[in-house]
C-alpha cells in the first residue's frame, strides 16, 4: 500500500492493522503525528514498512520485533524515542534499517550481530551511547553503515576489518578514541568517515 508523499495529518489509523495480509505499507513524507499503533506488529505479513519523514513518536514497541518477514524497515525523521531491545535479533531477514534522525538512545545491542543479512544500517543523528558491539563483525553483508552525531564511545574495533563489503562507514561526531582503522575496507575511507572524534588518531 503507497500512501507516501500526501498531506494525511494526525495519528496513523488503527484500522491499518485488520490488513492481515499487507506486503508493503508507505506512508512517508506526510504529516501524521501521534503514536504509531501498537497492533501493527500483528501485520506479520509486512516486508516493507516505512514510516519516515513524519512527525510520529512512541517508545519503540515490543510488537515491532513481531515482524520477523520484515525486509525493510525505514522509521527515520522522526520523533521515536526508546532503546533498543536484544529481540531485534529476531528480525534476521532485514536488509535495511534506516532509524536515523530520532530520540533513540541506550547502547547498540549485541543481539544485533544476528542480523547476518543486513547490508545497510543507518543510526545516525539519535543519542546512542556506548560501544560499538564486537558482534557486528558477523554482519558480513553489510554494505552501508552510518552512526554519526550520537554519544558513541570506545575504539573503532579492528574487527570491523572483516567487513569486506562495506562501502560506506561514518562515525563522525562521537566520542570514539585510540587509532583509526586503516585495514580492510577501511583503507578506502577518509578522514571525513570520523570527523569530530577528538581521542581518534592515525594509526601508527
Known sequence: MELGYNKFQGPCPGELCYLLNLGQLSLSSNLLSGRLPSCIGNITSLRYLYLDSNNLSFNLISNL????????LNLSTNS????FSSEVEN????????LSVNNFFGDIPTAIGALQSLQALSLKHNRLQGF???????MLELQYLELSFNNLTGETPNSREVLQNLVYFNVSFNRFRGPIPHGGP?????????????????AP
Do not use: H, Q
Not at 520485533?65 to 525493510?72: A, H, Q
Not at 521515536?80 to 532503546?83: A, D, L, N, Q, V
Open 65 to 72: 520485533w513481531r515482524l520477523r518477514d520484515i525486509l525493510e
Open 80 to 83: 521515536f524515542s526508546g532503546s
Open 91 to 98: 528480525l534476521k531477514a532485514l536488509i535495511i534499517v534506516y
Open 132 to 138: 560499538i558491539p564486537e558482534s557486528m563483525k558477523n
Open 186 to 202: 577501511f583503507a578506502n575511507f577518509t578522514k571525513l568517515s570520523f570527523l569530530s572524534n577528538e581521542a581518534l588518531c592515525d
